[in-house]
């Protein structure tokens, strides 16, 4: 099955809590932005009001001479220049922005409704503002940069403080948070490979719910490791007790059976019984699974020698030669013969009553293919992936389905233990195909 792809449980935990950071950063920035633009446009206005009216006391209680020192030191030292209002000044009013609008308002409420004010005089930019002394009429310039709000660069500032501040919160957060996660995913890797004492989970955790779920979890695996080592006694009690009737049963076939070929067969299958046990055994230990290059041409002369005398079954082999798998010799044996007792069973021929059975092997690059496939009636495609679940069997496209259902079963668990895949399929003209794929070894 094909795995889908994403974002991990961290970066899409991660990415959240950033998207609602950042734009809570962003909407206090925009909120503290409006909050504090009329405040200061306020403040402005008065501190220009507060200008002129000085300029305009100054003005008035000074002479010509004095008027002259005064406006070139007020040019000089505050960037403030006076000059005389005239009918013909071309105006061009105040650029026209909330900030600038409330200015102008506050500026009118102080100096009077009918204070002119622009932002250009006679193609001169700045702030002007128009006063009268007596009958005389002045400009006040200055420049409303000295009293603009911060550059974007001081917000830029802030705001990039703000924003690696909050991602660094988010990617702490966000690792707190998967961490039991993570701790849950390895431990619960460990158990998939047996290894139940390296799973065990930290059941004093602050947070309650992370420490059900390891409380939980931790008694989950106590349990399994105690029922695979009840599973392990069961194996090896069955295979102790299964030596002494099968010493017995091989001695009785010495002893009884006068035909050299069917005695010759006989101690093989007994042999291959005593291989199974001792395979059973094997498995009653933590490290059984290893595997060896194996030859397929003598294995396969081997546990077909009494297959080929069932009147009921007929073989037809497609071997190519010299080709070495990376396997279990006995466990591979078993998958054999699994394949063509279940092809026996269910793929007679309606007509004669017996089961033909292709077996075939090739190299496929790296791997062995190897098919085994019978003649019968097939089964239906909706149950093809049922045929490797325990107990199930397709009664209704086979004959003579008085199997346990066990048979596919095996072999999948074998071939996948031994690194494999098993692939079933219908053929085109009719019976059942099972396809196995081994990794191919060097010839020893």
């Known amino acids: 099955m094909a795995t889908k792809s994403g974002l991990s449980l961290f970066w899409r935990t991660f990415v959240l809590l950033a998207l609602l950071l ?5 909407a206090w920035t925009q909120t503290l932005n409006e909050l504090e633009s009329e405040p200061r446009a306020i403040q402005t206005a008065r501190q220009i009001a507060s200008l002129v009216n000085m300029s305009r006391v100054a003005v008035m209680h000074s002479d010509g ?19 005389l209002r005239e009918p013909n000044d071309m105006v061009q009013a ?13 500026l009118k409420e102080r100096l009077g409704p009918n204070t002119p004010v622009a932002g250009q005089v006679n193609g001169e930019a700045g702030l002007w503002i128009g006063f009268d002394i007596n009958k005389d009429h002045f400009w006040l310039q200055t420049d409303l940069s000295r009293f603009d709000r911060p550059k974007a660069k001081t917000w830029l500032v802030w705001l990039s403080t703000a924003t690696v501040l909050s991602l660094l919160g988010a990617a702490w957060i966000a690792g707190l948070i998967n961490r039991p996660l993570k701790d849950l995913s390895f431990a619960a890797r460990r158990v998939r ?16 719910e992370i420490r059900a779920v390891n409380i939980g979890f931790n008694r989950m695996t106590q349990k399994l490791a105690k029922i695979e080592e009840e599973r392990a006694v069961m194996l090896a009690g069955i295979s102790h007790d299964l030596r002494t009737p099968l010493a017995r049963l091989r001695l009785e076939t010495e002893l009884s059976v006068n035909d050299p070929a069917a005695r010759e067969h006989m101690a093989n299958d007994i042999a291959q019984l005593d291989a199974i046990i001792n395979k059973f055994l094997d498995y009653a230990r933590p490290d059984y699974v290893k595997f060896s290059p194996v030859a397929l041409d003598p294995l396969l002369e081997q546990c077909l020698g009494t297959l080929r005398k069932r009147p009921e079954l007929e073989l037809k082999l497609a071997l190519e030669q010299g080709l070495v798998v990376q396997a279990d010799a006995v466990e591979l044996q078993r998958v054999i013969t699994n394949l063509i007792e279940n092809a026996a069973r269910y793929g007679k021929s309606a007509d004669t009553g017996v089961a033909l059975v292709e077996l075939s092997a090739r190299r496929m690059d790296s791997t062995v293919l190897l098919r085994v496939r019978d003649h019968g009636l097939g089964v239906p495609n909706d149950q093809l992936k049922q045929l490797t679940t325990p107990f199930f069997r397709g009664e209704a496209a086979r004959t003579a389905a008085n199997g346990t259902g066990l048979g596919l079963a095996i072999v999948q668990k074998i071939v996948s233990r031994m690194g494999g895949t098993l692939e079933l399929s219908n053929a085109s003209d009719g019976g059942l195909c099972v396809n196995i794929r081994l990794q191919l070894a060097e010839a020893s």
């Not at 950042?22 to 962003?26: F, N």
């Not at 001479?65 to 000059?83: G, N, P, R, T, Y």
């Not at 490979?193 to 955790?205: I, N, P, T, W, Y």
């Open 193 to 208: 490979e047996g290894d139940f004492e390296a799973s065990q989970l930290d059941e004093s955790v602050v947070t309650s």
């Open 94 to 106: 105040l650029r026209q922005d909330e900030h600038n609008r409330v200015i102008e308002a506050e």
């Open 65 to 83: 001479i004095a008027q002259v020192s005064l406006f070139k030191s007020m040019k000089d030292q505050e960037a403030v220049v006076i000059k």
């Open 22 to 26: 950042l734009g809570s950063v962003l």
